[in-house]
Nanobody, 123 residues
Framework: QVRVVESGGGLVQSGGSLRLSCVAS????????IGWFRQVPGKERETVAT????????WYAKSMKGRFTISRDVAKNTVYLQMNGLKSEDTAVYYC????????????????WGQGTQVTVSL
């Protein structure tokens, strides 16, 4: 059974850092692309970053580039999202998702979703 579980969210002050983890089970990171997404109430879910299954190539949304880093540990079957320089507008529920498409980038292209983890950035 394909499953992803996120953790690491919480409350942090503006300018602070958090690291989110996404533990995959039922598949390996060599076979599925993984993406991090976020959503705030009333808005569409947006892509934060993705990592390709074959060579681990990362992709970032423009507003996150330079502040966020996606990485993976294949041995632990875990994908990370290191978030630095957090801003109040980064407050959202962050989701991890897996895709059979190695280089998937949009939410619709990802089939398997975690339950989400709340990130709140205070001023």
């Amino acid at each position: 059974q394909v499953r992803v579980v996120e953790s690491g969210g919480g409350l942090v002050q503006s300018g602070g850092s958090l690291r989110l983890s996404c533990v995959a089970s039922g598949f390996t990171l060599d076979d599925y692309g993984i993406g991090w997404f976020r959503q705030v109430p009333g808005k569409e879910r947006e892509t934060v970053a993705t990592i390709a299954c074959d060579d681990g190539t990362p992709w970032y949304a423009k507003s996150m580039k330079g502040r966020f880093t996606i990485s993976r540990d294949v041995a632990k079957n875990t994908v990370y999202l290191q978030m630095n320089g957090l801003k109040s507008e980064d407050t959202a529920v962050y989701y991890c998702a897996a895709s059979l498409w190695c280089t998937a980038s949009t939410p619709k292209e990802h089939e398997y979703w975690g339950q989400g983890t709340q990130v709140t950035v205070s001023l």
